[in-house]
């Protein structure tokens, strides 16, 4: 079965500080593809960055990042510079012959 | 509309009633997928469609929950005799055809009350 799990239920950061927010998988599948999402009190889920598993290089989108090991089946989020506007829940999401989502980190940004 | 839209926003019903909610995908987008979430909680899978079908019903928590789609877009889930645990979002998310990089596209989500 595939699985995706997020350990961090919830964390808080200071503004202009880095987080790093951790999510495994489990998978048998080699060809896939990974996100992460925010979810701010809005609701409204948005698409914050996503990794292709064959790529080797981690992917980046301005102050977002992520640390792809795709061997250890890891696949954390960088928030770099945090800001108040980032607090929010994130969920971290699979996707190959199925698409799984995590429990999802709820993250606090401290002014 | 550009983006994924749900219908009604809010929905407060007694229980033991029916209750519908809307979904209304990208155009072109021939995947959906049904959520349920609770509060402060994660994402609870519920149904997935590739057009009309459904390959995986799998996540439907009982038989008083179905869900429809027609003409390959505008998708219709329905609880029967709701009952209070039922209260939570229901999110809705479109996408193309699963698989490889097909991110999937949100609604705003219905929170429906119960009670």
């Known amino acids: 079965a595939q699985t995706v799990t997020q350990s961090q239920p919830e964390m808080s950061v200071q503004e202009a500080e880095t987080v790093t927010l951790s999510c495994t998988y489990d998978t048998s599948e080699n060809n896939y593809y990974l996100f992460w999402y925010k979810q701010p009190p809005s609701r409204q889920m948005i698409l914050v960055i996503r990794?292709?598993?064959?790529?080797?290089q981690n992917a980046t989108e301005n102050r977002f990042s992520v640390n792809f090991q795709k061997a250890a089946k890891s696949f954390s989020l960088k928030i770099s510079d945090s800001q108040l506007g980032d607090t929010a829940m994130y969920f971290c999401?699979?996707?190959?012959?199925?698409?799984?989502f995590g429990t999802g980190t709820s993250l606090t940004v401290i002014p | 509309g550009a983006g994924v839209s749900q219908s009604p926003s809010n929905k407060v019903t007694e229980k033991g009633k029916d209750v519908e909610l809307r979904c209304d995908p990208i155009s072109g987008h021939t995947a959906l997928y049904w959520y349920r979430q609770s509060l402060g909680q994660g994402l609870e899978f519920l149904i997935y469609f590739q057009g009309n079908s459904a390959p995986d019903k799998s996540g439907l928590p009982s038989d008083r929950f179905s869900a429809e789609r027609t003409g390959g877009s505008v998708s219709t889930l329905t609880i029967q005799r709701t009952q209070q645990e039922d209260s939570a979002v229901y999110l809705c998310?479109?996408?193309?055809?699963?698989?490889?990089?097909?991110?999937?596209?949100f609604g705003p989500g219905t929170r429906l009350t119960v009670l």
């Open positions: 998310a479109s996408s193309f055809p699963l698989g490889g990089s097909n991110e999937q596209f």
């Open positions: 999401a699979f996707a190959g012959n199925q698409f799984y």
């Open positions: 990794q292709e598993a064959y790529k080797q």
